[in-house]
């Protein structure tokens, strides 16, 4: 399993948010280039950056996100924000080797697919779920269409990869919610990448474990800031080549 490091980017510096609340938020680092770098210096051979300005908004981190992919030298995966052809085609230009889409799937679906039909798979599906409900706009409202219905649709579209994400579960370090992991891999066969929960090594013990091995990678974001888990250290412990 890939374990792939995330930099939550709000204001140009690194944070985290817990059940992505803006208003419960944890600030680290000021520099989230010297932040990549050491997560490559760890291991990581891919990093998840999201704009949660964008995501919520309240503005954008295009110049940060530029320093990150001119920095770190592994591919980066990105989203949050990205609501036009032109938001997608800007992270690719600013360096980013996959973009993440998350409300364009649903509710721009023309536009989500014509940036599939040009990207091809470097694009990945962004599933934040409550429950059978996904969520859109910062995770603030629920989309029309359910979580179930709405994985098999993005796999009609050719997507390879979603971002699945309990949101009770991200940045509450309670772990991830392997069953319902284990059924959203189950529903297409794309592959998934879990995201939410991780507190300890035991908890990536369990994902893998409990899941499929079409959930083949992992986000972990606020364990490795408070140092509840070390990054080498999982590394070593659950990723095989994929």
């Known amino acids: 399993m890939l374990i792939v490091p995330a930099i939550d980017l709000r ?3 690194c944070v ?3 059940h992505g609340d ?4 944890t600030r680290y680092d000021g520099d989230p280039v010297a932040r990549a770098r050491a997560f490559v210096r760890a291991g990581a051979r891919r990093i998840h950056v999201v704009d949660l300005d964008g995501a919520l908004g309240t503005g954008e981190n295009l110049a940060a996100f530029r320093a990150i992919c001119a920095g770190a030298g592994v591919p980066i995966q990105t989203g949050g924000g990205i609501r036009s052809f032109e938001d997608a085609r800007a992270r690719f230009d600013a360096g980013a080797s996959f973009v993440v889409l ?5 509710e721009q679906t023309h536009v989500a697919r014509e940036i599939v039909d040009v990207y091809g798979d470097r694009i990945i599906a962004g599933i934040d779920a409550r429950g059978e409900s996904v969520m859109i706009h910062g995770w603030q409202s629920a989309a029309p269409m359910p979580r179930d219905a709405f994985v098999r649709e993005i796999f009609s579209w050719g997507i390879p990869r979603i971002v699945y994400t309990e949101i009770a579960r991200d940045g509450a370090g309670t772990g991830f919610d392997v069953a319902a992991l ?3 891999a189950g529903l297409a066969p794309l ?3 879990a995201s939410g929960g991780a507190k300890t090594l035991d908890d990536l013990r369990a994902l893998v474990a409990g899941t499929p091995p079409n959930v083949d990678s992992a986000i972990v974001g606020r364990a490795l800031y408070e140092e509840t888990i070390d990054l080498a250290a999982a590394i070593a412990a659950v ?4």
């Open 11 to 13: 204001g140009g510096r």
């Open 16 to 18: 985290r948010l817990v």
């Open 22 to 25: 803006p208003a419960r938020e």
């Open 102 to 106: 998350g409300t364009l799937l649903a």
């Open 182 to 184: 284990a059924h959203v």
């Open 191 to 193: 592959r998934v990448t």
């Open 239 to 242: 990723s095989v080549s994929t």
